[in-house]
């Protein structure tokens, strides 16, 4: 009971001893964690004004917008189609021979043409490329 008496008296002395400069990096801190909160919430409120802005006029900027609704029409075709290249790079797989991207579905590599087969076949790099490419 003595021990435990004194963990709780030192818990409590480190708490009062902490040093004011300690105590302001701490608020410090935390005032900015609370301004970066409030800011991402107006970022989130001003996209949300031109979002709806955007649709309300269905892409077509007039005046001085009409640049700026150029410009994200060009910044959507390119998240669309970086979005499109990424599904088709999740559905490649690895060729067992030269390690090259395949689509999953294929019988055979593109890149060397091994077949393309699932992970545990017996015979492994027996076959060697030993024609000449090189010839003179
Ligand atoms: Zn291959």
Redo the contacts with the bound molecule.
């Keep these: 009971m003595d021990f435990l008496n004194k963990v709780g008296e030192s818990l409590t002395s480190f708490g009062n001893g902490m040093s004011a400069r300690t105590k302001n990096m701490m608020d410090q801190s935390n005032l900015n964690n609370q301004l970066r909160q409030h800011e991402n919430t107006l970022k989130g409120l001003y996209e949300k004004i031109g979002r709806q802005y955007y649709e309300e006029k269905q892409g077509k900027g007039e005046g001085e917008y009409a640049e700026i609704f150029e410009q994200v029409a060009g910044v959507e075709a390119i998240t669309d189609e970086l979005r499109k290249k990424i599904e088709i790079a999740k559905s490649m797989v690895p ?1 067992p ?2 390690g ?1 991207l395949t689509e999953s579905n294929s019988r055979f ?1 593109k ?2 043409g ?1 077949p393309m087969q699932p992970a545990g076949n017996t015979e492994d790099t027996a076959e060697q490329q030993s024609s000449g490419d090189m010839q003179s």
């Design positions: 060729c021979k030269c090259g590599c890149n060397c091994n």
